[in-house]
Protein backbone atom coordinates (compact mmCIF):
# COMPACT_ATOMS: atom_id res chain seq x y z
CA UNK A 1 0.00 0.00 0.00
CA UNK A 2 1.44 3.16 -1.13
CA UNK A 3 0.59 6.96 0.31
CA UNK A 4 0.93 10.10 -0.73
CA UNK A 5 1.85 12.84 1.70
CA UNK A 6 2.24 16.36 0.49
CA UNK A 7 4.76 18.67 2.36
CA UNK A 8 3.08 22.11 3.37
CA UNK A 9 3.36 24.73 0.68
CA UNK A 10 5.85 27.52 1.13
CA UNK A 11 4.54 30.83 1.75
CA UNK A 12 5.70 33.14 -1.37
CA UNK A 13 8.74 34.75 -1.23
CA UNK A 14 7.03 38.29 -0.91
CA UNK A 15 5.14 37.43 2.38
CA UNK A 16 8.45 37.02 4.62
CA UNK A 17 9.19 40.54 4.97
CA UNK A 18 13.03 40.85 3.90
CA UNK A 19 15.59 42.16 6.53
CA UNK A 20 16.43 45.40 6.50
CA UNK A 21 20.02 46.04 5.38
CA UNK A 22 22.12 47.10 8.13
CA UNK A 23 25.40 47.74 8.13
CA UNK A 24 28.84 46.40 10.29
CA UNK A 25 28.23 49.53 12.82
CA UNK A 26 25.20 50.19 14.23
CA UNK A 27 24.92 53.84 12.88
CA UNK A 28 21.91 55.89 10.79
CA UNK A 29 22.70 56.15 7.38
CA UNK A 30 23.04 59.60 7.17
CA UNK A 31 25.32 59.89 10.03
CA UNK A 32 27.30 57.24 8.55
CA UNK A 33 27.36 59.05 4.83
CA UNK A 34 28.37 62.15 7.21
CA UNK A 35 31.51 60.57 8.77
CA UNK A 36 32.30 59.44 4.88
CA UNK A 37 32.56 62.82 4.02
CA UNK A 38 33.82 64.64 6.71
CA UNK A 39 36.62 61.72 7.32
CA UNK A 40 37.63 62.27 3.82
CA UNK A 41 37.93 65.80 3.90
CA UNK A 42 39.72 65.70 7.49
CA UNK A 43 41.99 63.21 5.97
CA UNK A 44 42.96 65.59 3.35
CA UNK A 45 43.59 68.80 5.18
CA UNK A 46 45.67 67.19 8.46
CA UNK A 47 48.44 67.08 5.79
CA UNK A 48 48.83 70.06 5.82
CA UNK A 49 49.40 70.08 9.54
CA UNK A 50 53.54 68.97 11.01
CA UNK A 51 53.11 65.28 12.03
CA UNK A 52 56.67 65.26 13.29
CA UNK A 53 59.14 67.78 14.86
CA UNK A 54 62.33 66.48 13.22
CA UNK A 55 63.20 66.24 9.60
CA UNK A 56 64.90 62.67 10.47
CA UNK A 57 62.35 60.80 8.88
CA UNK A 58 62.17 60.83 5.22
CA UNK A 59 59.97 62.87 3.56
CA UNK A 60 60.17 66.09 5.69
CA UNK A 61 57.03 66.09 7.28
CA UNK A 62 57.69 68.83 10.25
CA UNK A 63 56.16 71.51 7.25
CA UNK A 64 52.82 72.90 8.56
CA UNK A 65 50.94 74.63 5.38
CA UNK A 66 52.36 72.22 3.10
CA UNK A 67 52.29 68.36 2.61
CA UNK A 68 55.60 66.23 1.88
CA UNK A 69 56.71 62.67 1.81
CA UNK A 70 54.00 60.39 2.89
CA UNK A 71 51.78 63.31 3.37
CA UNK A 72 51.19 63.60 -0.77
CA UNK A 73 49.71 60.06 -0.67
CA UNK A 74 47.43 60.77 2.06
CA UNK A 75 45.95 63.85 0.80
CA UNK A 76 45.50 61.87 -2.09
CA UNK A 77 43.59 58.91 -0.67
CA UNK A 78 41.73 61.58 1.50
CA UNK A 79 40.30 63.33 -1.34
CA UNK A 80 39.43 59.96 -3.20
CA UNK A 81 37.29 59.16 -0.15
CA UNK A 82 35.38 62.46 -0.22
CA UNK A 83 34.98 62.29 -3.84
CA UNK A 84 33.61 58.94 -4.06
CA UNK A 85 31.39 60.36 -1.14
CA UNK A 86 29.98 63.03 -2.80
CA UNK A 87 29.03 60.58 -5.78
CA UNK A 88 27.21 58.51 -2.96
CA UNK A 89 25.09 61.62 -2.05
CA UNK A 90 23.54 61.75 -5.61
CA UNK A 91 25.79 65.16 -6.33
CA UNK A 92 25.25 65.81 -9.84
CA UNK A 93 28.41 64.85 -12.45
CA UNK A 94 30.18 62.25 -10.04
CA UNK A 95 26.98 59.40 -9.44
CA UNK A 96 28.94 57.84 -12.85
CA UNK A 97 31.97 56.87 -10.52
CA UNK A 98 30.09 54.13 -9.16
CA UNK A 99 27.74 52.27 -11.49
CA UNK A 100 27.56 49.56 -9.88
CA UNK A 101 25.52 51.46 -6.80
CA UNK A 102 27.35 49.18 -4.11
CA UNK A 103 29.34 50.11 -1.29
CA UNK A 104 32.44 48.20 -1.51
CA UNK A 105 34.42 51.40 -3.25
CA UNK A 106 33.88 53.76 -0.33
CA UNK A 107 34.73 50.39 1.97
CA UNK A 108 38.26 50.05 0.03
CA UNK A 109 38.76 53.54 -0.19
CA UNK A 110 38.75 54.59 3.27
CA UNK A 111 40.68 51.46 4.10
CA UNK A 112 43.73 52.72 1.97
CA UNK A 113 43.26 56.08 3.45
CA UNK A 114 43.89 54.67 7.15
CA UNK A 115 46.13 52.07 6.06
CA UNK A 116 48.59 54.67 4.65
CA UNK A 117 47.91 57.02 7.25
CA UNK A 118 48.48 54.56 10.27
CA UNK A 119 51.37 53.41 8.21
CA UNK A 120 53.10 56.83 8.64
CA UNK A 121 52.35 57.10 11.74
CA UNK A 122 53.77 53.48 12.98
CA UNK A 123 56.73 54.11 11.09
CA UNK A 124 57.50 58.01 12.82
CA UNK A 125 57.37 56.22 16.02
CA UNK A 126 59.18 53.05 15.59
CA UNK A 127 62.24 54.80 13.61
CA UNK A 128 62.01 57.62 15.79
CA UNK A 129 61.62 55.64 18.91
CA UNK A 130 58.29 56.12 20.70
CA UNK A 131 55.14 58.04 19.86
CA UNK A 132 56.52 61.26 21.42
CA UNK A 133 58.38 61.78 18.13
CA UNK A 134 54.84 62.96 16.88
CA UNK A 135 53.28 66.31 16.82
CA UNK A 136 49.68 67.08 17.12
CA UNK A 137 49.23 67.01 13.24
CA UNK A 138 50.19 63.49 13.22
CA UNK A 139 47.50 62.76 16.10
CA UNK A 140 44.93 64.56 14.23
CA UNK A 141 45.82 62.70 10.86
CA UNK A 142 45.17 59.04 12.80
CA UNK A 143 41.60 60.15 14.54
CA UNK A 144 40.76 62.05 10.62
CA UNK A 145 41.57 58.48 9.26
CA UNK A 146 39.49 56.33 11.02
CA UNK A 147 36.15 58.38 10.62
CA UNK A 148 35.76 57.54 6.85
CA UNK A 149 36.29 53.84 7.92
CA UNK A 150 34.12 53.79 10.47
CA UNK A 151 31.35 55.71 8.24
CA UNK A 152 31.69 52.84 5.73
CA UNK A 153 31.27 49.87 7.61
CA UNK A 154 28.10 51.38 9.01
CA UNK A 155 27.06 51.35 5.36
CA UNK A 156 23.86 49.21 5.36
CA UNK A 157 24.42 46.01 3.60
CA UNK A 158 22.16 43.07 3.51
CA UNK A 159 22.46 40.52 5.66
CA UNK A 160 24.63 37.42 5.10
CA UNK A 161 24.72 33.92 6.95
CA UNK A 162 28.29 33.96 7.17
CA UNK A 163 31.42 35.96 7.40
CA UNK A 164 33.12 34.86 4.28
CA UNK A 165 29.52 36.91 2.12
CA UNK A 166 29.98 39.53 4.36
CA UNK A 167 33.20 40.25 3.45
CA UNK A 168 32.58 39.96 -0.16
CA UNK A 169 29.64 42.33 0.37
CA UNK A 170 32.02 44.69 1.18
CA UNK A 171 34.75 44.59 -0.69
CA UNK A 172 33.94 42.70 -4.38
CA UNK A 173 32.03 43.69 -7.19
CA UNK A 174 28.34 43.24 -7.66
CA UNK A 175 27.48 40.44 -10.13
CA UNK A 176 25.20 42.29 -12.18
CA UNK A 177 26.33 46.25 -13.66
CA UNK A 178 23.94 48.27 -15.12
CA UNK A 179 25.01 48.97 -18.66
CA UNK A 180 26.19 52.27 -19.53
CA UNK A 181 24.55 54.80 -21.67
CA UNK A 182 25.70 55.01 -25.01
CA UNK A 183 29.10 57.47 -25.31
CA UNK A 184 30.50 59.04 -28.90
CA UNK A 185 33.39 57.39 -30.09
CA UNK A 186 35.52 60.98 -29.66
CA UNK A 187 34.85 61.07 -26.17
CA UNK A 188 36.13 57.24 -25.27
CA UNK A 189 39.01 57.81 -27.15
CA UNK A 190 38.94 61.42 -24.70
CA UNK A 191 38.47 58.77 -21.65
CA UNK A 192 41.50 56.52 -23.12
CA UNK A 193 43.53 59.60 -23.64
CA UNK A 194 43.37 60.71 -19.86
CA UNK A 195 43.69 57.43 -18.12
CA UNK A 196 46.80 56.94 -19.91
CA UNK A 197 48.30 60.17 -19.01
CA UNK A 198 46.85 59.83 -14.90
CA UNK A 199 48.76 56.00 -15.46
CA UNK A 200 52.07 57.70 -16.73
CA UNK A 201 51.64 60.18 -13.73
CA UNK A 202 51.21 57.03 -11.76
CA UNK A 203 53.56 54.58 -12.52
CA UNK A 204 56.46 57.64 -12.68
CA UNK A 205 55.81 58.61 -9.18
CA UNK A 206 56.32 54.99 -8.51
CA UNK A 207 59.35 54.58 -10.20
CA UNK A 208 60.37 57.48 -8.57
CA UNK A 209 60.45 57.13 -5.18
CA UNK A 210 63.47 57.72 -3.48
CA UNK A 211 63.25 55.91 0.09
CA UNK A 212 61.11 51.96 0.79
CA UNK A 213 58.68 54.09 3.29
CA UNK A 214 57.30 56.38 0.29
CA UNK A 215 57.39 53.24 -1.94
CA UNK A 216 55.23 51.22 0.53
CA UNK A 217 52.17 54.20 0.97
CA UNK A 218 52.18 54.02 -2.68
CA UNK A 219 51.69 51.12 -3.18
CA UNK A 220 49.15 50.90 -0.43
CA UNK A 221 47.18 53.44 -2.04
CA UNK A 222 47.62 52.13 -5.83
CA UNK A 223 46.47 48.99 -4.70
CA UNK A 224 43.33 50.00 -2.36
CA UNK A 225 42.72 52.36 -5.20
CA UNK A 226 42.60 50.04 -8.16
CA UNK A 227 40.28 47.50 -6.33
CA UNK A 228 38.03 50.39 -5.28
CA UNK A 229 37.25 51.39 -8.61
CA UNK A 230 37.33 47.72 -9.88
CA UNK A 231 34.27 46.88 -7.19
CA UNK A 232 32.86 50.43 -8.31
CA UNK A 233 32.74 48.72 -11.93
CA UNK A 234 34.43 51.50 -13.49
CA UNK A 235 37.30 49.12 -14.47
CA UNK A 236 34.39 47.09 -16.79
CA UNK A 237 33.64 49.84 -18.17
CA UNK A 238 36.97 50.81 -19.39
CA UNK A 239 37.36 47.55 -20.63
CA UNK A 240 34.92 47.59 -23.06
CA UNK A 241 35.90 51.37 -24.65
CA UNK A 242 39.57 49.76 -24.79
CA UNK A 243 38.38 47.21 -26.92
CA UNK A 244 35.76 48.92 -28.88
CA UNK A 245 38.91 51.45 -29.75
CA UNK A 246 41.72 48.68 -29.38
CA UNK A 247 44.06 50.51 -31.66
CA UNK A 248 44.30 54.03 -30.77
CA UNK A 249 44.67 52.35 -26.72
CA UNK A 250 47.75 50.78 -27.98
CA UNK A 251 48.51 53.67 -29.45
CA UNK A 252 48.07 55.98 -26.46
CA UNK A 253 49.92 53.16 -24.60
CA UNK A 254 53.21 53.04 -26.45
CA UNK A 255 52.93 57.29 -26.92
CA UNK A 256 52.62 57.24 -23.02
CA UNK A 257 56.35 54.91 -22.93
CA UNK A 258 58.35 57.08 -25.17
CA UNK A 259 57.05 59.99 -23.17
CA UNK A 260 58.44 58.15 -19.49
CA UNK A 261 62.01 59.31 -20.52
CA UNK A 262 61.04 62.82 -21.10
CA UNK A 263 59.83 62.87 -17.17
CA UNK A 264 63.31 61.46 -15.94
CA UNK A 265 65.75 63.66 -14.32
CA UNK A 266 67.82 61.22 -13.41
CA UNK A 267 69.09 58.42 -15.30
CA UNK A 268 69.29 55.37 -13.06
CA UNK A 269 65.28 55.60 -13.53
CA UNK A 270 65.55 55.20 -17.28
CA UNK A 271 67.91 52.46 -16.37
CA UNK A 272 65.11 50.60 -14.59
CA UNK A 273 62.72 51.54 -16.92
CA UNK A 274 64.87 49.47 -19.88
CA UNK A 275 65.63 46.76 -17.80
CA UNK A 276 62.03 45.95 -17.44
CA UNK A 277 61.05 46.56 -21.05
CA UNK A 278 63.36 43.83 -21.43
CA UNK A 279 62.31 41.43 -19.25
CA UNK A 280 58.89 42.23 -20.43
CA UNK A 281 59.41 41.06 -23.64
CA UNK A 282 60.84 37.98 -22.39
CA UNK A 283 57.77 37.49 -20.71
CA UNK A 284 55.99 38.13 -23.68
CA UNK A 285 57.45 35.65 -25.11
CA UNK A 286 57.31 32.87 -22.20
CA UNK A 287 53.32 34.05 -22.80
CA UNK A 288 53.23 32.82 -25.84
CA UNK A 289 54.50 29.33 -24.29
CA UNK A 290 52.78 29.09 -21.68
CA UNK A 291 49.97 31.59 -21.68
CA UNK A 292 48.50 30.95 -25.23
CA UNK A 293 50.54 26.90 -25.97
CA UNK A 294 50.32 25.90 -22.47
CA UNK A 295 53.42 24.54 -22.37
CA UNK A 296 55.24 24.86 -18.87
CA UNK A 297 59.05 25.62 -19.27
CA UNK A 298 61.32 26.11 -16.80
CA UNK A 299 64.27 27.14 -18.60
CA UNK A 300 63.08 29.68 -20.69
CA UNK A 301 65.88 32.63 -19.09
CA UNK A 302 68.82 30.16 -21.51
CA UNK A 303 67.37 31.64 -24.49
CA UNK A 304 67.51 35.01 -23.34
CA UNK A 305 71.32 34.58 -22.51
CA UNK A 306 72.11 32.84 -26.14
CA UNK A 307 70.76 35.66 -27.60
CA UNK A 308 72.81 37.98 -24.99
CA UNK A 309 75.74 35.71 -25.86
CA UNK A 310 75.41 35.41 -29.56
CA UNK A 311 74.76 39.56 -29.76
CA UNK A 312 78.59 39.76 -27.34
CA UNK A 313 80.37 37.54 -29.96
CA UNK A 314 79.42 39.77 -33.41
CA UNK A 315 79.30 43.19 -31.82
CA UNK A 316 83.09 43.62 -31.58
CA UNK A 317 84.03 43.28 -27.88
CA UNK A 318 87.71 42.99 -27.52
CA UNK A 319 87.53 40.21 -25.36
CA UNK A 320 85.42 38.23 -28.13
CA UNK A 321 86.30 35.09 -29.53
CA UNK A 322 85.40 36.94 -32.70
CA UNK A 323 87.02 40.80 -32.11
CA UNK A 324 87.38 41.61 -35.25
CA UNK A 325 83.71 40.78 -36.04
CA UNK A 326 81.68 43.55 -35.80
CA UNK A 327 78.07 43.75 -37.09
CA UNK A 328 75.72 46.49 -37.32
CA UNK A 329 72.77 46.19 -34.56
CA UNK A 330 70.03 44.87 -36.95
CA UNK A 331 72.48 42.20 -38.12
CA UNK A 332 73.38 41.31 -34.78
CA UNK A 333 69.64 41.13 -33.30
CA UNK A 334 68.41 38.80 -36.08
CA UNK A 335 71.78 36.79 -35.75
CA UNK A 336 70.41 36.09 -31.63
CA UNK A 337 66.91 36.02 -32.25
CA UNK A 338 67.87 33.54 -35.25
CA UNK A 339 70.72 31.49 -32.78
CA UNK A 340 67.47 31.36 -29.90
CA UNK A 341 65.34 30.17 -32.84
CA UNK A 342 67.46 26.86 -33.22
CA UNK A 343 68.26 26.08 -30.24
CA UNK A 344 64.16 26.38 -29.53
CA UNK A 345 64.01 24.13 -32.26
CA UNK A 346 67.16 22.03 -31.27
CA UNK A 347 65.75 21.50 -27.67
CA UNK A 348 61.97 21.24 -28.59
CA UNK A 349 62.17 18.87 -31.57
CA UNK A 350 62.68 16.27 -28.95
CA UNK A 351 61.12 16.47 -25.91
CA UNK A 352 57.33 18.35 -26.94
CA UNK A 353 56.11 15.01 -27.31
CA UNK A 354 56.25 14.81 -23.20
CA UNK A 355 53.49 16.77 -21.42
CA UNK A 356 53.10 18.37 -17.95
CA UNK A 357 55.56 17.95 -15.05
CA UNK A 358 57.75 15.53 -17.51
CA UNK A 359 58.10 18.61 -20.42
CA UNK A 360 58.95 21.02 -17.18
CA UNK A 361 61.62 18.63 -16.18
CA UNK A 362 63.52 18.84 -19.41
CA UNK A 363 63.38 22.16 -19.93
CA UNK A 364 65.04 23.48 -16.35
CA UNK A 365 67.51 20.66 -17.43
CA UNK A 366 68.01 22.35 -20.51
CA UNK A 367 68.52 25.81 -18.31
CA UNK A 368 71.19 24.30 -16.07
CA UNK A 369 72.84 23.10 -18.83
CA UNK A 370 73.22 26.14 -20.67
CA UNK A 371 74.36 27.92 -17.73
CA UNK A 372 76.96 24.99 -17.16
CA UNK A 373 78.31 25.20 -20.90
CA UNK A 374 78.84 28.58 -21.11
CA UNK A 375 80.47 29.12 -17.55
CA UNK A 376 82.68 25.70 -18.70
CA UNK A 377 83.71 27.42 -22.14
CA UNK A 378 86.77 28.94 -21.56
CA UNK A 379 89.60 27.26 -23.00
CA UNK A 380 90.39 24.64 -19.73
CA UNK A 381 86.91 23.09 -19.32
CA UNK A 382 85.81 23.33 -22.61
CA UNK A 383 86.13 25.04 -25.89
CA UNK A 384 87.54 28.56 -25.57
CA UNK A 385 84.69 30.71 -26.85
CA UNK A 386 82.53 32.18 -23.91
CA UNK A 387 85.81 33.11 -21.58
CA UNK A 388 83.92 31.44 -18.55
CA UNK A 389 82.91 32.60 -15.85
CA UNK A 390 84.46 36.08 -16.77
CA UNK A 391 82.36 36.39 -19.16
CA UNK A 392 82.69 38.53 -22.63
CA UNK A 393 82.72 42.58 -21.44
CA UNK A 394 83.83 45.71 -23.05
CA UNK A 395 80.47 45.50 -25.83
CA UNK A 396 80.76 48.47 -27.36
CA UNK A 397 77.86 51.05 -27.51
CA UNK A 398 75.42 51.07 -30.32
CA UNK A 399 75.92 53.51 -33.53
CA UNK A 400 72.37 53.03 -35.09
CA UNK A 401 72.06 55.37 -38.31
CA UNK A 402 74.39 58.06 -37.03
CA UNK A 403 72.97 58.01 -33.09
CA UNK A 404 75.50 57.18 -30.45
CA UNK A 405 73.27 55.48 -28.03
CA UNK A 406 76.45 56.05 -25.50
CA UNK A 407 76.24 59.22 -25.61
CA UNK A 408 73.71 62.45 -23.93
CA UNK A 409 71.66 63.62 -26.41
CA UNK A 410 69.44 67.11 -26.12
CA UNK A 411 66.15 66.93 -27.66
CA UNK A 412 63.44 69.61 -27.29
CA UNK A 413 66.12 70.98 -24.04
CA UNK A 414 65.77 67.65 -21.94
CA UNK A 415 69.01 65.60 -21.96
CA UNK A 416 68.23 62.29 -22.44
CA UNK A 417 71.12 60.08 -21.27
CA UNK A 418 72.64 56.61 -22.22
CA UNK A 419 69.89 54.43 -20.34
CA UNK A 420 67.30 56.74 -21.62
CA UNK A 421 68.66 56.21 -25.36
CA UNK A 422 68.26 52.28 -24.91
CA UNK A 423 64.82 52.55 -23.20
CA UNK A 424 63.51 54.06 -26.29
CA UNK A 425 65.02 51.56 -28.37
CA UNK A 426 63.52 49.00 -26.40
CA UNK A 427 60.29 50.87 -27.25
CA UNK A 428 60.81 49.94 -30.72
CA UNK A 429 61.89 46.30 -30.23
CA UNK A 430 58.31 46.28 -27.80
CA UNK A 431 56.06 47.23 -30.99
CA UNK A 432 57.56 44.64 -33.11
CA UNK A 433 57.20 41.99 -30.06
CA UNK A 434 53.29 43.55 -29.22
CA UNK A 435 52.55 42.93 -33.31
CA UNK A 436 53.89 39.80 -33.70
CA UNK A 437 52.37 38.38 -30.46
CA UNK A 438 49.00 39.78 -31.21
CA UNK A 439 49.22 39.18 -34.97
CA UNK A 440 49.85 35.65 -33.89
CA UNK A 441 47.37 35.09 -30.93
CA UNK A 442 44.48 36.22 -33.46
CA UNK A 443 45.67 34.03 -36.11
CA UNK A 444 44.66 29.94 -37.50
CA UNK A 445 48.36 29.29 -35.58
CA UNK A 446 47.15 30.82 -32.30
CA UNK A 447 44.02 29.44 -32.20
CA UNK A 448 45.16 25.85 -32.53
CA UNK A 449 47.57 26.97 -29.60
CA UNK A 450 44.69 27.67 -27.35
CA UNK A 451 43.44 24.17 -28.04
CA UNK A 452 46.36 22.34 -27.16
CA UNK A 453 46.14 24.48 -24.19
CA UNK A 454 42.77 23.54 -23.15
CA UNK A 455 42.64 19.89 -24.60
CA UNK A 456 45.47 18.37 -26.40
CA UNK A 457 43.74 15.31 -27.36
CA UNK A 458 40.75 16.87 -28.60
CA UNK A 459 42.55 19.19 -30.65
CA UNK A 460 44.42 16.38 -32.08
CA UNK A 461 41.13 14.02 -32.77
CA UNK A 462 40.04 17.02 -34.43
CA UNK A 463 43.11 17.05 -37.02
CA UNK A 464 45.31 19.94 -35.06
CA UNK A 465 49.05 18.79 -35.59
CA UNK A 466 49.97 19.35 -31.85
CA UNK A 467 53.79 18.37 -32.19
CA UNK A 468 54.01 21.21 -34.81
CA UNK A 469 51.82 23.42 -33.38
CA UNK A 470 53.91 23.48 -30.11
CA UNK A 471 57.26 23.54 -32.07
CA UNK A 472 55.90 26.86 -33.54
CA UNK A 473 55.28 28.22 -30.07
CA UNK A 474 58.36 27.09 -28.74
CA UNK A 475 60.39 28.25 -31.65
CA UNK A 476 58.95 31.73 -31.71
CA UNK A 477 58.72 32.48 -27.89
CA UNK A 478 62.84 31.60 -27.61
CA UNK A 479 63.31 33.98 -30.86
CA UNK A 480 61.41 37.04 -29.01
CA UNK A 481 63.74 35.91 -25.80
CA UNK A 482 66.74 35.98 -27.98
CA UNK A 483 66.08 39.56 -29.09
CA UNK A 484 65.74 41.00 -25.89
CA UNK A 485 68.87 39.38 -25.18
CA UNK A 486 70.98 41.30 -28.12
CA UNK A 487 69.86 44.74 -26.39
CA UNK A 488 70.43 43.42 -22.93
CA UNK A 489 74.31 42.96 -23.66
CA UNK A 490 74.79 46.08 -24.80
CA UNK A 491 73.19 47.67 -22.26
CA UNK A 492 74.89 45.96 -19.35
CA UNK A 493 78.45 46.45 -21.46
CA UNK A 494 79.24 42.33 -20.23
CA UNK A 495 77.43 39.37 -20.12
CA UNK A 496 78.18 36.38 -17.52
CA UNK A 497 76.49 33.55 -17.00
CA UNK A 498 75.77 33.62 -13.60
CA UNK A 499 72.17 35.63 -14.23
CA UNK A 500 70.71 32.88 -16.57
CA UNK A 501 69.67 30.65 -13.68
CA UNK A 502 65.97 28.40 -12.61
CA UNK A 503 66.43 31.32 -9.73
CA UNK A 504 68.08 33.60 -7.77
CA UNK A 505 67.56 36.94 -5.61
CA UNK A 506 67.64 39.15 -8.77
CA UNK A 507 66.44 39.17 -12.63
CA UNK A 508 66.26 37.29 -14.85
CA UNK A 509 65.78 34.64 -14.18
CA UNK A 510 62.94 31.85 -15.58
CA UNK A 511 61.58 31.90 -12.24
CA UNK A 512 60.91 35.55 -12.51
CA UNK A 513 59.64 35.44 -15.97
CA UNK A 514 57.31 32.38 -15.23
CA UNK A 515 56.20 34.44 -12.39
CA UNK A 516 56.04 37.74 -14.21
CA UNK A 517 53.23 35.57 -16.92
CA UNK A 518 51.16 34.14 -14.25
CA UNK A 519 51.20 37.25 -11.88
CA UNK A 520 50.16 39.76 -14.90
CA UNK A 521 48.14 37.54 -16.44
CA UNK A 522 48.69 34.36 -19.03
CA UNK A 523 47.41 34.99 -22.25
CA UNK A 524 47.40 38.68 -22.41
CA UNK A 525 49.75 41.63 -23.52
CA UNK A 526 49.83 44.12 -20.71
CA UNK A 527 49.60 41.49 -18.30
CA UNK A 528 53.19 39.83 -18.41
CA UNK A 529 54.66 43.69 -18.92
CA UNK A 530 52.92 44.73 -15.75
CA UNK A 531 54.12 41.65 -14.11
CA UNK A 532 57.78 42.14 -15.47
CA UNK A 533 57.21 45.68 -13.69
CA UNK A 534 55.84 45.00 -10.25
CA UNK A 535 58.49 41.74 -9.74
CA UNK A 536 61.47 44.20 -11.31
CA UNK A 537 60.88 46.96 -9.27
CA UNK A 538 59.55 45.61 -5.50
CA UNK A 539 63.05 44.01 -4.51
CA UNK A 540 64.65 47.35 -6.35
CA UNK A 541 62.39 49.66 -3.94
CA UNK A 542 62.27 47.17 -0.87
CA UNK A 543 65.75 46.82 -0.17
CA UNK A 544 65.24 48.38 3.43
CA UNK A 545 63.80 45.37 4.49
CA UNK A 546 67.01 43.45 3.74
CA UNK A 547 66.69 39.56 4.40
CA UNK A 548 63.03 40.59 4.96
CA UNK A 549 62.59 41.71 1.28
CA UNK A 550 61.84 38.00 -0.04
CA UNK A 551 59.39 36.79 3.08
CA UNK A 552 57.23 40.07 2.24
CA UNK A 553 57.39 39.30 -1.35
CA UNK A 554 56.11 35.84 -0.85
CA UNK A 555 53.15 37.38 1.04
CA UNK A 556 52.13 39.59 -1.45
CA UNK A 557 52.13 36.81 -4.11
CA UNK A 558 50.16 34.40 -2.04
CA UNK A 559 47.89 37.00 -1.27
CA UNK A 560 47.09 37.76 -4.84
CA UNK A 561 47.20 33.97 -5.97
CA UNK A 562 44.11 33.22 -3.25
CA UNK A 563 41.93 36.33 -4.05
CA UNK A 564 43.00 36.90 -8.01
CA UNK A 565 44.07 33.82 -9.11
CA UNK A 566 43.62 34.92 -12.74
CA UNK A 567 46.23 37.42 -12.82
CA UNK A 568 45.83 41.50 -12.30
CA UNK A 569 45.15 41.31 -15.70
CA UNK A 570 43.07 38.39 -17.02
CA UNK A 571 41.54 37.78 -20.65
CA UNK A 572 37.69 36.62 -20.25
CA UNK A 573 38.41 32.81 -20.58
CA UNK A 574 40.67 32.54 -17.39
CA UNK A 575 38.26 34.29 -15.21
CA UNK A 576 36.00 32.02 -16.32
CA UNK A 577 37.86 29.20 -15.14
CA UNK A 578 38.15 30.61 -11.30
CA UNK A 579 35.42 32.68 -10.96
CA UNK A 580 32.18 30.43 -11.21
CA UNK A 581 29.25 32.73 -9.72
CA UNK A 582 28.29 35.61 -11.75
CA UNK A 583 28.77 34.79 -15.27
CA UNK A 584 26.07 35.45 -17.98
CA UNK A 585 26.77 32.81 -19.91
CA UNK A 586 25.57 30.15 -16.35
CA UNK A 587 21.65 29.61 -17.00
CA UNK A 588 19.98 30.14 -13.41
CA UNK A 589 18.38 27.88 -11.89
CA UNK A 590 14.52 27.57 -11.74
CA UNK A 591 11.87 25.74 -10.18
CA UNK A 592 9.40 23.68 -12.78
CA UNK A 593 6.66 24.48 -10.58
CA UNK A 594 4.96 26.30 -8.07
CA UNK A 595 3.15 22.97 -6.84
CA UNK A 596 4.00 21.81 -3.38
CA UNK A 597 5.93 18.78 -3.48
CA UNK A 598 5.00 15.28 -3.60
CA UNK A 599 6.64 12.40 -2.09
CA UNK A 600 5.80 8.66 -1.78
CA UNK A 601 6.11 6.62 1.28
CA UNK A 602 5.07 2.75 2.11
CA UNK A 603 6.28 -0.33 1.54
Known sequence: MTETTKTPATPPADAIPAPEPRGLLPLPLAAARALLLTGGIATAASTFLAWTWTSDFPGDLTVTGYPGGLQWLTLTAGALVALFSLAVYGVRGLRWL?????????????????????????????????????????????????????????????????????FKAYTAKPDRIHAPQPVNGWIQRAVITAVTAIGLGVFTYGIDTEYGELFIGYLIVVVFTVWALHTAGLLDRF???????????????????????????????????????????????????????????????????????????????????????????????????????VFGVLIGAPTL??????????????????????????????????????????????????????????????????FANYYLLMVLIMAIVVLVYTRAADSRIGRSWIAIREDETAATAMGINGFRVKLIAFALGASLAGLA??????????????????????????????????????????????????????????????????????????????????????????QLEFHETGQLDVPETETLTDEPAVTKAGA
Open 98 to 166: VPARNNAPLVLLAAGAFGVTWYTIISISTELGGLANLEPGGWIAAAASLLPLLGALALPEHKHDSGKET
Open 239 to 341: SHMVAANRSFTLAMGFLAAIAFPFTQSDDHYANIGVNILIFGTVALGLNIVVGLAGLLDLGYVAFLGVGAYTAALVSGSEFSKFSGVQFPFWAAALTGAAASL
Open 353 to 418: RLRGDYLAIVTLGFGEIFRIAVNNMDGDSGPDLTNGPNGIPAIPDLNLLGFKFGEAHDIGGITLGR
Open 485 to 574: GTVSAHVTYSVVPNPYQFAGSTPPNSAFLLAAVVLGGMGTVAGPLLGAALLYLLPEKLDFLQDKSLLAFGIALILLMRFRPEGIIANRRR
